[in-house]
DNA sequence: TCTCACACCTTTGAAGTGG
DNA sequence: CCACTTCAAAGGTGTGAGA
């Protein structure tokens, strides 16, 4: 029945849906999801599909049948459209603002100013601080999918060293990319606003063969979580809806197995309930050990002691840390940082009101100071580090900890850009994209039926077996969002659930896709890529499945381009239809365009980037979006900047050149 | 640097109880 | 039937020894 797995090739063997029978629910529940792509992690990171697989996905009868429902569905959607105004919430033409405001980030940038350390571990570890956000500005009536992933901050590996982290090398080759899908999504704007955000299920793992869908991150690196706001009624929407990428700096982390900082122990033994057990002020080990210790150097001082006679009193805060949350002996303690998203409501609203916290003033100062700055080009640098940093294209101003004599640098505004991937493509460059290939065919064929995606990886993806020139994946629901930066040709997809095996299990079973989903996702229902079903929310299948690469994207990545070269540009949408169309991208180049909006407005301390959170570089950008301009800022403190219309243009004509090559190339080997 | 077992803690939900 | 309490299991922590 199924193809067996290549040996040392594949890290597992999924279910390739390539029937009508394949995609209802009952094949879903009784083999394994068609939600999950056959795709499959190699211990490179590169991602094959067995032939036999990849030759049953070609079978021009199913495919074309798909190909046909699917082009047919959609001419008709389009027309409807078109001819009737729009009634659905969907459809409506309403217009957006959407803010998102950090939840508990005085607890973000305490941890922040130590060098925040997220351990990780193989069988998974929470984030602490948990990731919460609250969301301003959306469309009451509207859906939207709040989703978080987190991205590599910059190319290199650190080591702790002397009390600071250092930089010790270039970094590991990435790990898979998944994202995290809140499993509430999609909710209404009204749903979204009146609660905080919650994602303090996310959990970090470095195992990378992990089936639970947890992110995967390489340990002693720095990673940068990304919220991000889709509005979409649909998961299977995401692909074509309007992204909004939000990045607080306050939350970027270094992951290691152990930790290294004293200090960032002590917070989060301070700060987490589940590890009161070894405060000072409680009665778990750390007290008694720390008793031990009192008395052992009582008895010795007075030779003769007993034990017994001890201070029984612990040490209490005396040990506490600088800036250290209080802690929260008085009943807020056992709930603390689970509702910290109702707890700390209070707190983050007046943490922005009260006088930031030195780096949070930098951060806000800087943050204007940054895009002025942008017209430093990373070869002003030859530190590596330095270089790094210069290339960094976040809008954001990092805030290192006190001691960190970079606690000055500011950084560019952020772009999510992906490279070829070093370890496939033996360019040496920084980037430490995955690459995976699969075959263009089968990419085709997922994605085809929408209609959507099938442009993106026609025009974009080059993705040869045994010979990767990007990186490609479908997302989490078939989103499939290229980037093409003048580095190369990546794509960045998140998940690798086919849309058009979602949508094939909506259609057979009768019921609606997104119930199906969160019927899963609220029965804690999933079906492994082994066809066993997991007690892990539909988010999280998700999350596993995304397969994306890291082309996906460090937040910020060395770029070709010179940073001062990096367009701003609002948000936009990501039509995948409608792009075709637009000046200066060649008809077939469907990559999605990118913004950069620059946050500088203090209820909304973060950077927000409109697209995918699947990266999508400023240089694919058409002039007429990049001339738009535009700022959240509603006190005009901030400043978007507008790139000249050469500089784009330079740009925009290396993308034509790559989307043709690309063209020709993947030409060769499409099938018809 | 990583993994694992461990103790300690919180959270969750089933079972029991009473009105 | 509902609300409340109790309790055990599950799950989240950092620690420290060993690889």
Redesign the pocket.
């Known amino acids: 029945m199924r193809d067996p797995l290549v040996p040392g090739d594949m890290a597992f063997q999924p279910f390739l849906p390539n029937t009508a029978s394949d995609f209802t629910l009952d094949a879903m529940l009784a083999r394994q999801s068609p939600f999950f792509p056959a795709i499959a992690l190699t211990s490179h990171g590169s991602l094959h599909m067995p032939v036999a697989q990849r030759h049953r996905m070609l079978d021009p009868v199913n495919a074309e049948t798909i190909l046909r429902k699917a082009s047919l569905e959609q001419r008709n959607a389009t027309q409807s459209a078109k001819l009737s105004p729009p009634k659905t919430l969907e459809t409506e033409a309403t217009e957006d603002d959407p803010k998102v405001h950090l939840e508990a980030r005085h607890l973000w940038t305490q941890f922040h100013k130590s060098g925040t350390e997220m351990?990780?571990?193989?069988?998974?570890?929470?984030?602490?601080p948990?990731f919460k956000a609250r969301c301003t500005g959306l469309h009451q009536r509207a859906k939207y999918i709040l989703l978080v992933d987190i991205v590599a901050a910059d190319d290199f590996r650190?080591?702790?060293?002397n009390s600071r982290w250092m930089v010790?090398g270039k970094a590991d080759p990435e790990m898979p990319k998944r994202m995290y899908i809140h499993p509430d999504s999609p909710a209404s704007g009204e749903q979204w606003m009146s609660k905080v955000v919650n994602f303090?299920?996310l959990?970090l793992t470095?195992?990378i063969s992990d089936k639970h869908g947890f992110t995967i991150l390489?340990?002693?690196h720095k990673y940068q979580p990304r919220f991000h706001v889709v509005r979409a009624n649909d998961i299977l929407k995401l692909p074509y809806s309007t992204f909004r990428t939000y990045v607080f700096s306050e939350t970027e982390f270094i992951?290691?197995?152990?930790?290294?900082n004293?200090k960032?122990?002590?917070l989060?033994?301070d700060n987490?309930?589940?590890?009161?057990?070894?405060?000072d002020t409680?009665?778990?080990?750390?007290?008694?050990?720390k008793q031990l210790g009192i008395n052992i150097q009582k008895f010795s001082e007075t030779s003769g002691d007993s034990l017994d006679e001890a201070p029984l009193k612990s040490a209490g805060n005396a040990t506490s840390i600088e800036g250290c949350q209080s802690d929260n002996e008085s009943g807020q303690?056992?709930?603390?940082?689970?509702?910290v998203g109702q707890d700390l409501r209070k707190t983050s609203t007046t943490t922005e009101e009260l006088t930031p916290e030195p780096n949070v003033t930098t951060f806000h100062d800087k943050a204007d100071r940054a895009s002025t700055d942008s017209l430093r080009t990373e070869t002003d640098s030859e530190d590596p580090k330095e270089d790094h940093i210069n290339s960094i294209t976040g809008g954001m101003t990092r805030c290192f900890g006190a001691e960190d004599p970079r606690a000055t640098e500011h950084f560019q505004p952020l772009t999510v850009e992906t490279d070829q991937s070093a370890h496939i493509t033996g360019l040496g460059r920084s980037s430490f994209s995955h690459c995976y290939s699969y075959p263009p065919d089968w990419t085709r064929y997922i994605l085809n039926p929408l209609g959507v995606a099938h442009r993106l990886l026609h025009n974009a993806q080059v993705n040869m077996q045994g010979e990767t020139l990007s990186s490609v994946a479908a997302t989490a629901m078939g989103h499939m969002l290229m980037a093409v930066s003048s580095g190369g040709v990546c794509s960045m997809g998140t998940a690798g659930i086919p849309v058009s095996s979602v949508q094939r299990v909506s259609g057979t079973s009768g019921l609606p896709l997104n119930f199906q989903q969160h019927a899963m996702a609220s029965q804690g229902l999933t079906v492994s890529p082994f066809g066993a079903i997991f007690?892990y929310p539909y988010s999280h299948l998700a999350a596993t499945a995304a397969l994306s690469t890291t082309a996906s994207t460090p937040v910020h990545r060395r770029s070709v381009t010179p940073v001062h070269r990096r367009p701003v540009r609002p948000p936009t949408r990501f039509r995948p239809y409608l792009i075709s169309n637009r000046v200066g991208l060649p008809d077939n180049c469907s990559t999605p365009p990118t913004s950069i909006r620059l946050m500088t407005d203090r209820d909304v301390n973060c950077h927000t980037i409109a697209n995918s959170p699947i990266a999508a570089p400023l240089h694919c950008m058409p002039m007429s979006e990049v001339n738009s301009v535009s700022s959240l800022q509603s006190s005009g403190a901030s400043a978007a900047k507008r790139v000249s219309s050469k500089d784009c243009m330079d740009q925009l004509q290396c993308i034509q050149q790559l989307v043709r090559g690309i063209d020709s190339y993947q030409d060769r080997d499409s099938y018809s």
């Open positions: 351990v990780i571990t193989k069988s998974g570890r929470r984030m602490f948990p650190y080591k702790f060293h010790s303090h299920k959990k470095n195992n390489n340990s002693m992951a290691v197995t152990a930790y290294q004293d960032i122990t002590q989060k033994i987490n309930p589940f590890a009161k057990g070894f405060r409680g009665n778990g080990r750390r007290e008694k050990k303690e056992s709930k603390h940082w689970n509702n007690p």
